[in-house]
């Protein structure tokens, strides 16, 4: 068996052998670089998409990698909900209630804000998103909704925010105006994110 395959090899010149050689090194620098162009557009394409999710994503979890990996679960996990848009009756009466809401901010600043991440749960529900822990919830809007996560994130961390360590009413001002954007945002007719990322 060795003597067919040093028979084999000794048919080969050195030229053909260089040649040979040649080849193989340039197709796997083709593989290379192929997988390189397309790292670097999936991470363009996510960075794009989730922008300051991105981000987060990386500090969270270490690696470019491994946010990515992570953030392309994020979207399959949401493909599988069935996310719709409000009714006109809905969208009208998550529109009273914000009124609603809004109007104590002046009386009652921490119960308006407290109301407030109540009410973006409620739409979010309405919506079709399941009801989850903040940070899963938090990951799965992130999705469709990625500019406004920041706001979100803040805001229920002033709405949730302890007694001895209570937010400024600045502070609960300011989680008022994150959370009308977040109202604004989840309220409207959706569009899919590909169209709105190409307008």
Same mark, same amino acid.
């Given at each position: 068996?060795?003597?067919?395959?040093?028979?084999?090899?000794?048919?080969?010149?050195s030229t053909q052998l260089i040649v040979a050689a040649v080849v193989f090194v340039a197709l796997v620098g083709i593989v290379i670089a192929a997988y390189v162009v397309? #790292?670097?557009? $999936?991470?363009?394409?996510?960075?794009?998409? %989730?922008g300051s999710e991105y981000d987060r994503a990386v500090l969270t979890h270490g690696s470019s990698s491994s946010a990515e990996a992570k953030l392309a679960d994020r979207? @399959?996990?949401?493909? /599988? %909900? *069935?996310? #719709?848009?409000?009714? &006109?009756? *809905? $969208? +009208?009466? %998550?529109?009273?209630?914000? !009124?609603?809401?809004? @109007? $104590?901010?002046?009386? =009652?600043?921490? /119960?308006?804000? &407290?109301?407030? +991440? +109540?009410?973006?749960? @409620?739409?979010?529900?309405?919506?079709?998103?399941?009801?989850?822990?903040?940070?899963?919830?938090?990951?799965?809007?992130?999705? &469709?909704?990625? #500019?406004?996560? *920041?706001?979100?994130?803040?805001? =229920?961390?002033?709405?949730?925010?302890?007694?001895?360590?209570?937010?400024?009413?600045? *502070?609960? $001002?300011? /989680?008022?105006? !994150?959370?009308?954007?977040? %109202? +604004?945002?989840?309220?409207? /007719?959706?569009?899919?994110?590909?169209?709105?990322?190409?307008?």
């Amino acid at each position: 068996m060795q003597n067919q395959f040093t028979a084999f090899f000794q048919q080969f010149t050195s030229t053909q052998l260089i040649v040979a050689a040649v080849v193989f090194v340039a197709l796997v620098g083709i593989v290379i670089a192929a997988y390189v162009v397309y #790292r670097r557009n $999936r991470t363009r394409r996510l960075r794009n998409r %989730f922008g300051s999710e991105y981000d987060r994503a990386v500090l969270t979890h270490g690696s470019s990698s491994s946010a990515e990996a992570k953030l392309a679960d994020r979207q @399959s996990r949401v493909k /599988a %909900f *069935e996310i #719709r848009d409000l009714s &006109t009756n *809905e $969208r +009208d009466r %998550f529109l009273s209630e914000w !009124q609603t809401v809004q @109007s $104590r901010f002046v009386d =009652h600043p921490k /119960a308006a804000v &407290t109301e407030a +991440d +109540d009410l973006i749960n @409620s739409l979010l529900e309405a919506r079709g998103y399941p009801t989850a822990s903040f940070d899963q919830r938090a990951a799965d809007v992130s999705v &469709t909704y990625p #500019r406004v996560m *920041e706001n979100y994130r803040i805001a =229920h961390g002033i709405a949730v925010r302890p007694g001895r360590t209570e937010a400024t009413t600045e *502070e609960l $001002r300011t /989680a008022m105006i !994150q959370y009308r954007q977040i %109202f +604004d945002e989840l309220a409207q /007719a959706q569009q899919p994110m590909e169209k709105r990322t190409a307008a």
